[in-house]
């Protein structure tokens, strides 16, 4: 059964005072934001934990792979903000970008492979696309275009230098992120402008 689509016009009344509440109402209120789930805090809670044991056994680890970044404590902060800050950031732009794990799992490991090293930006894009599909309700198809985005970002890493090639790769990071979506779009079939 297709979809039933239906505009909702600006300042259109979309329940009227002491009208009997049916599904479509239910319908438009969630669709224009004004009712949902409520909050569930105890997923809040365990997302921030597990957000910090990952800032935890990440920082643990980089004494093997990185003891630089594991004696310097400003390395050390940076690397838990480049955690935090894209956590925190795809939450709150969740509603307004359906796919934003893909635009903030691959900044967050730039950021982290240029800064820090490679393999912190590829833990890094790990652990962040398994939290994208943890927090964002996304499941395994948030966490698998967020891996994939990450990965291309630190294989076009090399290429980003000089200044004058960011175009052709931010091209590339777009080509690649809608191949993602159309494969995910064909997995569970649905067309791309649904995944999109």
Same mark, same amino acid.
């Given at each position: 059964?297709?979809?039933?689509?239906?505009?909702?016009?600006?300042?259109?009344?979309?329940?009227?005072?002491?009208?009997?509440?049916?599904?479509?109402?239910?319908?438009?209120?969630?669709?224009?934001?004004?009712?949902?789930?409520?909050?569930?805090?105890?997923?809040?809670?365990?997302?921030?934990? %597990?957000?910090?044991?990952?800032?935890?056994?990440?920082?643990?680890?980089?004494?093997?792979?990185?003891?630089?970044?594991?004696?310097?404590?400003?390395?050390?902060?940076?690397?838990?903000?480049?955690?935090?800050?894209?956590?925190?950031?795809?939450?709150?732009?969740?509603?307004?970008?359906?796919?934003?794990?893909?635009?903030?799992?691959?900044?967050?490991?730039?950021?982290?492979?240029?800064?820090?090293?490679?393999?912190?930006?590829?833990?890094?894009?790990?652990?962040?696309?398994?939290?994208?599909?943890?927090?964002?309700?996304?499941?395994?198809?948030?966490?698998?275009?967020?891996?994939?985005?990450?990965?291309?970002?630190?294989?076009?890493?090399?290429?980003?230098?000089? $200044?004058?090639?960011?175009?052709?790769?931010?091209?590339?990071?777009?080509?690649?992120?809608?191949?993602?979506?159309?494969? %995910?779009?064909?997995?569970?079939?649905?067309?791309?402008?649904? $995944?999109?």
């Amino acid at each position: 059964v297709e979809d039933a689509v239906r505009t909702i016009a600006a300042n259109q009344r979309l329940l009227a005072k002491g009208e009997r509440v049916t599904a479509s109402h239910l319908a438009m209120l969630r669709a224009v934001g004004l009712s949902g789930p409520r909050a569930d805090y105890g997923r809040a809670v365990a997302a921030a934990l %597990m957000a910090w044991l990952f800032v935890v056994l990440l920082g643990a680890q980089t004494r093997h792979w990185a003891p630089n970044v594991y004696h310097s404590p400003k390395l050390l902060a940076l690397l838990a903000l480049l955690i935090v800050i894209p956590l925190l950031a795809a939450n709150l732009l969740a509603l307004a970008l359906p796919n934003v794990w893909m635009l903030v799992v691959p900044a967050a490991a730039l950021m982290a492979a240029v800064l820090l090293s490679e393999r912190a930006g590829m833990l890094l894009t790990v652990g962040l696309s398994m939290l994208a599909g943890l927090t964002a309700n996304g499941g395994l198809p948030a966490a698998l275009t967020a891996l994939g985005s990450g990965l291309a970002a630190l294989t076009y890493l090399s290429h980003i230098w000089p $200044v004058s090639r960011l175009r052709w790769i931010v091209g590339a990071m777009a080509v690649t992120n809608v191949a993602l979506l159309a494969a %995910m779009g064909m997995w569970y079939s649905q067309p791309l402008a649904g $995944v999109v």
